[in-house]
């Protein structure tokens, strides 16, 4: 019993310091967020950037800065497309409601609201406040994306020369296991993410078809962001339907509202079903992990629990699979011997 125990002391050591990293990397999110996103994006662009250097002969600062511009400018595409859409759908909803507007604007109840909260200071209060977070929230997301280009760029241009650095300072006894570690990492990262896109992938189909059912405008454009929305812990694709639904039902168009509310509960219990079938076979994990990380980001309505459970054993599968847990000192100075002997 004793001798189990020590033995498996190095998973338990990994557990618990896995788990105070973690901890310590969710409180200080907004400092390490855009070296994550940097790394994760170096990570999964590596091949491209691999094929631009030797199919083309790219530079490689080129090649790096080329490849985090297309990234940049897809997502930047994406956000001005989304708020394209928002601000069209309000205008939309304007038009048809404006006169409700107009009629609440020149209410005496607003204008007495107005007069009290101005009177005792809260409406100023309120309105600084919002004005004070909106100056502090636009220079923060520039210069967040500026930072997160930067290291992007950077990470892609030196990610070999770190790698390499690291098996080097490794020395010839770990090198091997570093490798390995490194090897099957990427692996399970590319498909861990692979296996997610596969997901949104099939509620982007599965948008499609209900928007077209139901009659929504622009079905294309709402299914892409359906599928967006479906990271979201908990609502996720609700975050669309919900408000169309909702959007019908003023229009009257009760049975379009319901039907969007229905399917959306039908996509929901879809991706319960299938999302821990997805996942265990594209990164071999079993499916009671997945569906264990589901229930418990959904009760305790965090998406960092879902990110733990899964990131936890899959950085476990990734060390136990390289055999980082079963390489002692006793086969390691067994290996040399044998080495030296030969």
Not at 139 to 162: D, E, G, M, N
Not at 308 to 316: D, E, N
Request: overall charge positive.
């Amino acid at each position: 019993m004793k001798a189990r125990f020590f033995s498996d002391k190095p998973r338990l050591v990994f557990f618990i310091v896995y788990t105070l990293l973690f901890i310590i990397a969710v409180r200080a999110i907004g400092f390490v967020l855009p070296f994550i996103l940097a790394l994760l994006i170096a990570v999964i662009m590596k091949p491209l950037y691999d094929h631009l250097r030797h199919r083309f002969n790219f530079r490689s600062a080129f090649a790096a800065t080329a490849i985090t511009v297309l990234i940049f400018g897809t997502l930047l595409g994406i956000v001005g497309f989304l708020l394209f859409l928002v601000v069209r759908q309000a205008l939309s909803l304007l038009d048809t409601y404006g006169y409700m507007i107009s009629e609440y604007i020149r209410s005496p109840e607003l204008f007495g609201a107005l007069k009290d909260g101005l009177l005792s200071g809260k409406l100023f209060d309120t309105a600084s406040g919002l004005l004070s977070a909106l100056f502090q929230a636009v220079p923060l997301a520039i210069t967040f994306v500026a930072v997160t280009f930067a290291l992007s760029v950077y990470f892609l241009h030196h990610i070999s020369a770190f790698r390499d650095r690291l098996l080097k300072r490794a020395g010839e006894d770990f090198a091997p296991l570093l490798s390995r570690i490194f090897g099957t990492a990427y692996h399970m990262v590319r498909a861990f993410i692979r296996s997610y896109l596969v997901l949104y992938l099939i509620t982007f189909i599965e948008a499609v078809f209900i928007f077209y059912l139901t009659g929504v405008e622009y079905p294309l454009a709402f299914a892409f962001i359906t599928a967006i929305a479906d990271i979201l812990p908990v609502l996720g694709p609700g975050v669309v339907y919900i408000p169309l639904a909702i959007s019908f039902i003023l229009y009257k168009n009760y049975l379009a509202g319901v039907t969007l509310i229905v399917f959306f509960l039908i996509t929901v219990i879809i991706r319960q079903v299938i999302e821990p079938k997805i996942v265990s076979d594209g990164v071999k994990l079993h499916p009671l992990v997945v569906l264990s990380a589901i229930y418990f980001s959904i009760v305790s309505m965090n998406i960092w629990v879902l990110f733990y459970v899964v990131s936890i054993f899959l950085s476990f599968k990734v060390l136990d699979t390289a055999g980082a847990f079963d390489k002692s000192i006793d086969s390691s100075a067994k290996e040399n011997k044998k080495v030296d002997i030969s």
